[in-house]
């Protein structure tokens, strides 16, 4: 019986075969970003010498913080610019102080503060133009800290850093590890010859005493005589731990789970008083008297979170108790003025409301500013000032229905934030 095929026959047939497969193969290829660590000893950080450098553009702008006529902008992870704010107007960039691993910033009695990887630096404004180095207080904080420009993971003798943490597709399938960190002081701190930052702080001054938090931990130092911090004790505050404000004698702490709040009558030995719950969010918080106005928010880190502005009363500071909630877009940070607060909404926008009347802020909303991009803000004694992804804003805001916008400060390569 004859075969049905030929040798020839199927070697025919297979290559066919062979030829309509890769015909129809799909191929696919993908890019991936990836973080490349560098380790850095402690020791050669601490082996540099900082002098304060001529003025630099901005290039990512971090943090916001205000001394008496000067603004301080930081540059995540590299420095310090100051500016000359006498006219809001007309900011006039004066100089950049650099600084390896700076997140944070305060200032005390013309002693600005500052972070440097894991110690804590002090730096005399006395002579603006020429700042010196004064103390360094070694091995204090013990962090991760993550930013859409890089991050930085420290230990007692190492940091690892990294830029650009980004995993996934480059068609923008992927996602990023983004966590926006600021500073903040209740505004009346200025009579104690305080600054004032943000309401996303990380740092703060209240009775002669810094208090900086990280992820889970709130750090103290006695700051009496100003030029020579001493750290006293750190307090173990739960994980999550995002924000501190000050006001009068107590600290309220933002977590993506809740608000702490901390009796800081005994300054250098906070006491807690309460936690007030919420769902998971990112979470800064101002307040006054009666309330504390908190954005909740979800992103990149702040998983199955609500965007919202929950109004919560603190008479009974105890028994803290959610008055009510606004939904909101994708709030950020906030700032409050007398009776009027501010929240910026991210990639939507910069929003104003009258707030006293708490239970219609939805029907007292004064201005939707969509062109002006935002992440955080200060109501200072001059002018709102405002930061973004394109830059840094001034605004006056004497008349609180009606901004008005009086200079720019452009940066040379905006980032994305979420």
Request: charged letters at 20%.
């Amino acid at each position: 019986m004859k075969p049905l095929y030929s040798a020839s026959s199927l070697l025919f047939l297979l290559s066919v075969l062979v030829f309509s497969s890769c015909v129809d193969e799909v191929n696919s290829s993908y890019t991936y970003h990836t973080m490349m660590p560098i380790y850095l000893e402690m020791s050669d950080v601490r082996a540099r010498i900082i002098t304060t450098e001529p003025a630099q553009p901005l290039d990512n702008p971090g943090k916001i913080y205000i001394y008496e006529d000067y603004l301080f902008i930081n540059e995540p992870t590299k420095g310090i610019h100051i500016l000359n704010n006498e006219n809001p107007a007309k900011p006039i960039n004066l100089s950049f102080i650099p600084i390896a691993g700076n997140v944070d910033m305060a200032v005390n009695g013309r002693i600005l503060y500052a972070d440097n990887y894991v110690d804590l630096l002090a730096f005399d404004l006395s002579n603006i133009n020429d700042i010196k180095l004064v103390k360094r207080v070694e091995d204090v904080f013990t962090h991760m800290y993550t930013h859409a420009t890089g991050e930085i993971i420290t230990f007692r003798d190492t940091v690892i850093t990294t830029e650009n943490p980004t995993w996934g597709f480059e068609d923008g399938g992927g996602w990023l590890m983004n966590s926006s960190m600021s500073f903040s002081s209740n505004y009346s701190a200025a009579a104690q010859s305080y600054g004032t930052g943000g309401s996303m702080a990380r740092f703060t001054l209240a009775n002669l005493h810094l208090y900086a938090v990280d992820e889970s931990t709130m750090r103290i130092f006695d700051v009496e005589n100003p030029s020579d911090p001493t750290f006293l004790k750190p307090i173990d505050l739960g994980w999550g731990i995002e924000t501190i404000f000050p006001f009068e004698d107590k600290l309220f702490i933002g977590s993506n789970v809740g608000m702490h709040i901390y009796d800081a009558s005994t300054p250098s030995s906070p006491t807690r008083m309460a936690v007030y719950e919420h769902v998971q969010a990112c979470d800064p918080v101002v307040v006054n008297s009666d309330y504390a106005f908190v954005t909740l928010r979800n992103g990149t880190s702040c998983w199955n979170g609500a965007n919202q502005l929950q109004v919560i009363d603190i008479k009974d500071l105890y028994q803290p108790k959610l008055k009510k909630s606004y939904p909101m877009l994708n709030p950020h940070g906030l700032g409050l003025a007398g009776d009027f607060l501010y929240i910026t909404e991210g990639n939507h926008g910069l929003k104003s409301f009258n707030v006293s009347d708490v239970m219609n802020i939805d029907q007292n909303q004064l201005e939707f500013l969509t062109s002006e991009k935002s992440v955080d803000l200060i109501p200072g004694p001059k002018s709102l000032i405002v930061i973004g992804p394109d830059g840094v804003c001034q605004f006056d805001y004497s008349n609180p229905a009606k901004l008005k916008k009086l200079s720019c400060i452009q940066v040379k390569n905006p980032v994305k934030f979420y």
